[in-house]
Antibody, heavy 121, light 107 residues
Framework: EVQLVESGGGLVQPGRSLKLSCAASGFTFSGYYMAWVRQAPKKGLEWVASISYEGDTIYYGDSVKGRFTISRDNAKSTLYLQMNSLRSEDTATYYC??????????????WGQGVMVTVSS | DIQMTQSPASLSASLGETVSIDCLPSEGISNDLAWYQQKSGKSPQLLIYAASRLQDGVPSRFSGSRSGTRYSLQISGMQPEDEADYFCQQSYRYPPTFGGGTNLELK
């Protein structure tokens, strides 16, 4: 059974940093792209970042580019999101998702339960 | 970025009614479209990928289709457990973008 378990969320002041983790199990972690998707309270879904199988190809959304860093440790089957210079608009539930990539497209086929990040003074 | 215009924003359906939700991308996406269901307080779940392919384990009353540039999710026979928010998502080009969502309620 595929499981994705996020951790590391919480309350943080504007301008500070936070690092999220996502522990994966039930599949061959290195065989899949992985992603972070967030959802502000009562809002829709926003893709944040994706990382390739070995971490050599990375994509970021414009709203987090230069502030957030996605990374992975295939030996530990763990995905990370380092978030720096946090802003109030980064307040959201952050989901770890398996990003299934096929020829021509992709989709998020498994999601974690989400972790809340609140940026406030 | 490719904009995804989803309609309607909210919908109320009776038990057994057939429901349709639409997504209109701002440019062609060549069937690179997925649909997700998100129940209250839960994480999203994949329903449909590549516009019309049913994800394993998803009930067959859910289906996806395309007519011209418009993509649709259909629920053939509304059930109480189908009350949820629904989102479309394109993957034709980065960044992946989502529609604004449709809130579906049981009448």
């Amino acid at each position: 059974e595929v499981q994705l378990v996020e951790s590391g969320g919480g309350l943080v002041q504007p301008g500070r940093s936070l690092k999220l983790s996502c522990a994966a199990s039930g599949f061959t972690f290195s065989g899949y792209y992985m992603a972070w998707v967030r959802q502000a309270p009562k809002k829709g879904l926003e893709w944040v970042a994706s990382i390739s199988y070995e971490g050599d190809t990375i994509y970021y959304g414009d709203s987090v580019k230069g502030r957030f860093t996605i990374s992975r440790d295939n030996a530990k089957s763990t995905l990370y999101l380092q978030m720096n210079s946090l802003r109030s608009e980064d307040t959201a539930t952050y989901y770890c998702a398996r990003h299934y990539v096929y020829y021509g497209g992709s989709y998020f086929d498994y999601w974690g339960q989400g972790v809340m990040v609140t940026v406030s003074s | 970025d490719i904009q995804m215009t989803q309609s309607p924003a909210s919908l109320s359906a009776s038990l057994g009614e057939t429901v349709s939700i639409d997504c209109l991308p701002s440019e062609g996406i060549s069937n690179d479209l997925a649909w997700y269901q998100q129940k209250s307080g839960k994480s999203p779940q994949l329903l449909i990928y590549a516009a019309s392919r049913l994800q394993d384990g998803v009930p067959s009353r859910f289906s996806g289709s395309r007519s011209g540039t418009r993509y649709s999710l259909q629920i053939s026979g509304m059930q109480p457990e189908d009350e949820a928010d629904y989102f479309c998502q394109q993957s034709y080009r980065y960044p992946p973008t989502f529609g604004g969502g449709t809130n579906l309620e049981l009448k």
